[in-house]
């Protein structure tokens, strides 16, 4: 199969309630990238493009020079830059050889226009991370 395992999209909250259909469509617009050690995969202020679910390895969190957390196989980073291309709020590094499933805005954006279900079950998912977040 071309493109982003399906497990791993369903485990992506932003993803969860759409249907198998509209997964295999979204799945097959993610490329494998790979990143070597120590690589910025994403700059903390820098322009936002891209979307990223971690297949194997493990990857760095750092907001301000200060470690956050630790990213493993099934972790994903940078959904918001799905919706709007905005600046990154963390560095993501490699913190060992990585390898991940990539999708970008420009690939992403057509297929959200020309669905107007997967645009509602996003806006849905984003909803509720908000929420999450202003509760947490």
Do not use: H
Not at 26 to 47: D, P, Q, V
Not at 108 to 117: E, K, L, S
């Amino acid at each position: 199969m071309r493109g982003a395992p399906i497990e791993s999209l369903q485990r992506v909250p932003l993803f969860g309630d759409l249907g198998m259909r509209d997964l295999q469509r979204i799945a097959r617009l993610f490329k494998l990238r790979r990143f070597a050690t120590g690589e910025n995969i994403i700059k903390e202020g820098s322009g936002g493009s891209a979307f990223f679910v971690i297949e194997s390895g493990e990857a760095a969190v750092l907001v301000n020079g200060r470690k956050k957390a630790t990213l493993k196989p099934g972790d994903y980073f940078g959904e918001v830059a799905l919706i709007d291309a905005g600046t990154r709020t963390a560095t993501v590094t490699a913190a060992t050889d990585l390898v991940c499933w990539g999708l970008t805005y420009w690939d992403f954006r057509p297929v959200v226009q020309a669905n107007g279900r997967i645009g509602w079950k996003l806006l849905q998912g984003m909803a509720t991370l908000l929420r999450a977040a202003r509760e947490g």
